[in-house]
């Protein structure tokens, strides 16, 4: 018989290293996951699809990305059981809170990547110039 931990809600602590909740930190500002999350609130998405959407990600990283986020209860595998195969991706409830915290992360990397690049430029700059 499997045993669930008792959980309280409301009550983690990310800053305290033995809370659970900084494993789910951990998973969701994962590279990946900060992408298939926003990509999957649109719509179920097979896994080919997500391939050709989410540039530089290999099968493997994909599929463990995938089985994570379904193993925390954020997205869920819908078989069609067809041939051949069909099966597609899509967030649970939980995922979709989620989601929308992700997408404003998203579209801040997106129209602040300029300044963040001049930062660096300007950082560099100094440092080169220290030496």
């Known amino acids: 018989m499997k045993t669930t931990p008792e959980l309280s809600a409301g009550q983690g602590d990310v800053y305290s290293a033995n809370c659970p909740s900084r494993a789910a930190l951990a998973l969701i500002g994962s590279k990946w996951a900060l ?36 193993r925390n209860g954020l997205v869920e ?20 809170s989620l989601s929308s915290t992700l997408v404003v992360l998203d579209r801040w990397a997106e129209q602040h990547y300029p300044a963040l690049l001049a930062a660096q430029h300007d950082f560099d700059q100094a440092e080169s110039g220290d030496s």
């Open 35 to 70: 992408l298939i999350v926003p990509l999957l609130a649109e719509q179920p998405v097979r896994n080919n699809e997500l391939m050709r959407r989410i540039e530089g990600i290999s099968q493997k990283m994909l599929t463990q990305t995938l089985r994570e986020l379904e």
């Open 77 to 96: 595998r819908h078989d069609h059981r067809t041939v051949p195969p069909h099966v597609e991706y899509r967030l649970t409830p939980l995922g979709h």
